[in-house]
């Protein structure tokens, strides 16, 4: 028995209530949570932006104890900590073995909102089968999760802080560090400055970029970017970016790279348009499936010798990524208790959603 947060259907709010797990099957591992990151993409599957079946256990970002392990389990045991990884790295896949991890193609399964095999190891109070997010569903207090979804770690890591490692610091920083060719004197932009677009700002600071200009409609994300390492903020409603970063840029007539981190047809066509010539537009936010883009290939990309290339979990290979998060923290390089604006408990997950919503938080995290 568990408590957890369901999704019922489309637009609708979070019911807490009791949950049943299976034990784990082959391959799979029981993780009791510790701490949950509350993070955008749980809104998007609540608005239909990603489409997932319900009732379904959201949350996809979290850390805990393994309490216990099914069979041909190998690289965890109980009592070990661990960051959860909603994209399942096998390890053996052509993906994986071209150091393309956040390709895996076991991690295709997530649309079942099962696991990996499609099916379900959660039932509902009523005896019926609940779906997950990612193979994960954090905002429950115990989980069932896929071998290939767990990185052990020390067990003197905050599992607080070490939560936020599974989504949000791995999409934004490794957006940065893996994704983006960012060179020492770079001039990058984010737009969208929520919890993935902060840890944009973080990676390109850490990547050596000199000037971090970041864009958004909200004067609290703004002060945040700052806080995390842009030395310029725009306000959306109060001009307009592209005019003004062109301004910032001078002869050079735009960014180096610019960092899209919202998913909406008019700030990716901004984020091509503030691009330099011959420099990178980083698409990081998820757009609404009918979402599309006109474009001038010409003129937009050949001529211009401009880059666009998407960006699914920060090009990250969690294996590896994860120990170097931690160890960038560890040094002081990388910002991880500044990202928690507040600490609440599973029951106040819908006026988190609401906090998102408005831009009053940079992460809320759920601890159990």
Not at 65 to 93: A, F, M, R, W
Request: with cysteine; charged share 20%.
């Amino acid at each position: 028995m568990a408590k957890a947060a369901i999704l019922s259907g489309l637009e609708q709010p979070l019911e807490v209530r009791d949950i049943e797990l299976e034990a784990p099957h082959a391959g799979e591992v029981k993780v009791r949570l510790a701490a949950s990151g509350v993070c955008h993409s749980d809104l998007s599957v609540q608005n239909g932006t990603i489409p997932l079946p319900t009732p379904i256990v959201l949350g996809h970002e979290g850390a805990g104890v393994v309490e216990e392990i099914g069979e041909g389990v190998t690289t965890v045991k109980p009592g070990d900590h661990v960051v959860l990884s909603y994209v399942p790295q096998c390890g053996n896949c052509y993906s994986c073995k071209r150091g393309q991890g956040y390709m895996c193609e076991k991690a295709g399964a997530a649309v079942t909102g099962g696991m990996l095999d499609g099916t379900s190891r959660v039932k509902d109070s009523d005896g019926s089968n609940l779906f997950v997010m990612a193979h994960l569903g954090t905002f429950s207090e115990t989980s069932i999760v896929p071998e290939i979804s767990v990185v052990k770690i020390d067990n003197d890591v905050p599992l607080k802080l070490a939560s936020l490692l599974g989504c949000g610091v791995q999409t934004g920083v490794g957006a940065a560090l893996n994704t983006a060719d960012i060179k020492e004197g770079d001039t990058v932009a984010i737009i969208g400055c929520g919890g993935v677009g902060l840890n944009a700002i973080q990676g390109a600071r850490i990547a050596g970029a000199s000037e971090i200009i970041a864009v958004d409609q909200n004067e609290t994300k703004l002060q945040m970017a700052k806080e995390f390492g842009a030395t310029t903020g725009i306000n959306a409603t109060e001009k307009d970016p592209v005019s003004a970063i062109f301004d910032l840029t001078g002869d050079r007539a735009g960014v180096d790279v610019a960092f899209e981190v919202i998913g909406l047809q008019k700030t990716i066509e901004q984020a091509m348009q503030i691009t330099r010539r011959g420099g990178e537009t980083i698409l990081v936010g998820v757009p609404r499936l009918d979402v599309n883009l006109t474009i001038n290939p010409a003129f937009q990309l050949v001529y211009t010798g401009k880059t666009v290339k998407g960006c699914w979990y920060g090009s990250s290979n969690v294996q590896q990524s994860v120990p170097m998060l931690l160890d960038l923290w560890k040094k002081g390089d990388l910002k991880l208790e500044e990202l928690i604006s507040r600490t609440i408990s599973v029951n106040d997950i819908n006026e988190a959603f609401e906090a998102m919503k408005g831009g009053e938080v940079a992460r809320s995290v759920i601890e159990y």
